[in-house]
């Protein structure tokens, strides 16, 4: 895989908070989920609930449409990493984790906007987990939604083209998690499209054999747009 590192700017950018703006695609619902996936990756069939924040005071908002339909990457364009860098064991009441879309088609595509992102049990059934689209999360640190062009794949996965989203969720320390649904694998539909990707959780820095799975204490995800790739990598 790359090896990048998440940018300082981010840091400064989550600390900040949840006021800030939503632009973009991001004032439209999102693409309905899919029900537990299967192995052909099955199409969304209920609605997926999406909370977009307000603008903030003194906060632009990128101009222009969102990306046309013949420009953009669709899910069969891509392919989904999910990364989980190291954790606090859930005592500062919150994880993270980025998910990675990887641009391995022929072409050159665009992502603008915000992924629907969706936690799966050890069977594949969704948590029915509600997004909150927050551009305070974007990886690069300017609370913008800005449109990410991922050049044509190639040979080597590892020197593809990449966007990422930064996603927080609510949990507590494994001792008083019991009765809380855990998520092993995570599913994630590309802004604008329906058809859903799912990957597992790739945890860094664990040991071989590690549980790698999400303990959540809501039903709540806080999502950051589809940014620069700039999640940790190992």
Known sequence: MRISQLATAVTVALVAGLGLTACGPADSPAAAPAAAPTASAAAASTAHPV??????????SPAGPATPAGD?????????????????????????????????????????????????????????????????????GD????????????????????????VRFD???????????RA??????????????VAPITMLDAPAGSDSSIMVTSTTLTIGPMDVDAPPHG
């Open 143 to 166: 609370g913008q939604v800005t449109t990410q062009t991922l050049s044509r794949g190639s040979a080597d996965p590892t020197k593809s083209a990449a966007s990422a989203a930064y």
């Open 171 to 181: 949990t507590k320390e494994p001792g008083a998690t019991a009765g809380y649904p």
């Open 51 to 60: 909370t977009t924040l307000p603008p903030a005071q003194g906060t632009k």
């Open 72 to 140: 953009r990457c669709h899910s069969s364009d891509l392919s989904l990493d999910v990364i989980m860098g190291p954790q606090d064991g859930g005592a500062s009441g919150t994880g993270d984790f980025t998910i990675e879309l990887i641009n391995k088609s022929a072409r050159t595509c665009t992502l603008h906007g915000y992924p629907g992102v969706e936690l799966l049990d050890q069977s594949g059934h969704p948590l029915g987990m509600k997004d909150v689209r927050n551009p305070q999360f974007a990886l690069s």
């Open 184 to 197: 092993l694998k995570v599913q994630v539909i590309p802004p604008d499209e329906t058809q859903p990707l």
